[in-house]
């Protein structure tokens, strides 16, 4: 970040000429340090260490920790879904334990159809309405917008029963990913107009429906099937936006999928074992992962 001299002044920070890049730190008022490092024994901190890990992705784990790495900010292509969602009473007694079991719900369909490529970053609620913020791309692998696709299809479709109205808004796009924050407190996310874009999309799109903008389904309409939704007026642009509508994804697909799995003879007996395989098979293209193993006598 570059500062003039009237910014840096303002902050208290040394100005001696018109423009300086600016390296500090800057403390966030009224936010002291919550943990005095300089308290603890070696072994508390190799255990605050331990715990803590497993709170973060491993790969901005790793960086952390690597002094040649620490830096994890980088310009990157990511699918960003916002979900908008209705149904819990935040003032009812039970609030707490339907946004942690609706958490958690959601946290398994993104680990499922986007592995490490995937992440729940965060959990808004306010006066604005509830949203949950999920990337597909960041910190590690390319964005994959169809990943994001057959998980924001399997959100709709596995909805929970008292969850009575959820939106999903998607673009897909160059982000700036970063750990922002101050030196008490940070986190990693990302930032960008497409980001701000699937953010403006939920208020507009109907409920158990997905929007998506013209990039996502410009990568995607190969595999799936779209309706062009109309031109959209958004909150913070000046132009109507167009909008596309995700119906579902395309047979097609799955079948060019199978033909790598055919045979040209047919498999004579274990008509059992060959229903089992297949059933594992559509968990897999399904976004189930697992292992097989088949094993016999030679022969057999």
Not at 15 to 29: D, G, I, K, M, S
Not at 130 to 140: D, E, M, S, Y
Not at 147 to 175: D, S, Y
Not at 265 to 270: A, E, F, I, T, V
Request: proline share 6%; glycine share 8%.
């Amino acid at each position: 970040m570059i500062a003039s001299e009237t910014v840096l002044r303002q902050a208290g920070l040394p100005a001696n000429e018109p423009y300086r890049l600016l390296t500090e730190v800057l403390p966030v008022p009224y936010a002291p340090p919550i943990l005095f490092l300089g308290s603890y024994d070696k072994d508390r901190l190799r255990l605050l260490l331990e715990v803590a890990t497993r709170f973060l992705h491993p790969t901005l784990c790793e960086r952390i920790l690597d002094e040649k790495s620490a830096f994890v900010a980088e310009h990157r292509p990511v699918t960003s879904l916002f979900v908008g969602f209705e149904g819990i009473d935040f003032e009812a007694p039970n609030a707490g334990e339907q946004l942690q079991a609706y958490y958690q719900w959601a946290v398994e369909i993104v680990a499922r159809h986007g592995g490490t490529n995937s992440r729940l970053n965060r959990v808004l609620t306010g006066d604005k309405g509830n949203q949950l913020h999920i990337i597909f791309g960041a910190p590690v692998a390319p964005d994959a917008p169809e990943q994001a696709l057959r998980c924001a299809l399997a959100l709709q479709a596995e909805r929970p029963e008292f969850i009575t109205q959820q939106k999903v808004g998607m673009t897909t796009g160059k982000v700036f990913a970063c750990a922002v924050g101050s030196g008490n407190r940070r986190e990693y996310t990302i930032l960008g107009a497409m980001v701000n874009l699937s953010s403006r999309i939920v208020p507009v799109c109907p409920d158990g429906a997905v929007l998506t903008d013209i990039n996502t389904m410009r990568r995607t309409e190969h595999l799936f099937d779209y309706v062009e939704h109309s031109e959209v007026t958004l909150k913070g642009y000046q132009h109507p936006v167009t909008v596309y509508r995700l119906q579902n994804e395309k047979q097609a697909s799955a079948g060019s999928h199978m033909r790598h799995v055919s045979r040209n003879r047919p498999l004579l007996g274990r008509e059992e074992e060959q229903e089992q395989l297949l059933t594992m098979l559509g968990a897999a293209y399904g976004g189930e992962g697992g292992f097989v193993a088949v094993t016999g006598p030679v022969g057999a």
